[in-house]
């Protein structure tokens, strides 16, 4: 004889769920175009990251990364792509150390390629040859960023290495 599953022991069941996956933001600039694209000179690439997460609703958190790519030639910009790519996830029933570490790592993890797609994309469209940005490691980046905050809070001085200097 089998038992009935309990409403109530489902309710306590951790979740973590991507509820949806979209592109929040796209720009692209050629500010020098077409005078520009004579030019035969090999182009710097910078590349700028950002991510941020916030609750939009109880248990439920909107996770984003934007990247800025600059490509510039004898100083003048050859052009300049940003994208913001965003996910809603739904953590419930975790531990608050739990759900930072999900914010931090699994959620960007799983945004960030849809990121890097679209932004290759936007380039490739804009008649240039894509930008494959570099996969990163989330867990490194979040345990750098914790153990600065850590050092800040202590008052310590932080290398860019991020080992304390004092």
């Known amino acids: 004889m089998s038992t009935p599953p309990n409403p109530a022991a489902q309710d306590q ?23 520009i694209l004579l030019e035969q000179t090999q182009p710097t690439v910078d590349v700028q990251m950002n991510m941020a997460s916030e609750a939009i609703a109880d248990g439920v958190y909107e996770v984003a990364i934007t990247a800025t790519i600059t490509a510039r030639v004898n100083e003048q910009t050859l052009f300049l792509v940003e994208g913001k790519q965003a996910g809603i996830f739904e953590l419930r029933n975790i531990p608050q150390e739990h759900t930072d570490l999900l914010l931090g790592i699994a959620c960007p993890q799983t945004v960030y390629p849809y990121l890097r797609a679209n932004l290759a994309d936007a380039i490739t469209r804009a008649g240039f040859p894509p930008v494959h940005l570099a996969e990163i490691n989330f867990q490194a980046m979040y345990e750098s960023q914790h153990a600065q905050q850590a050092g800040q809070e202590r008052g310590d001085l932080i290398g860019p290495d991020g080992a304390a200097l004092n």
């Open 13 to 35: 069941q951790p979740v973590f769920a991507l509820q949806r996956c979209y592109l929040k933001d796209m720009s692209l600039e050629q500010p020098n175009s077409p005078r």
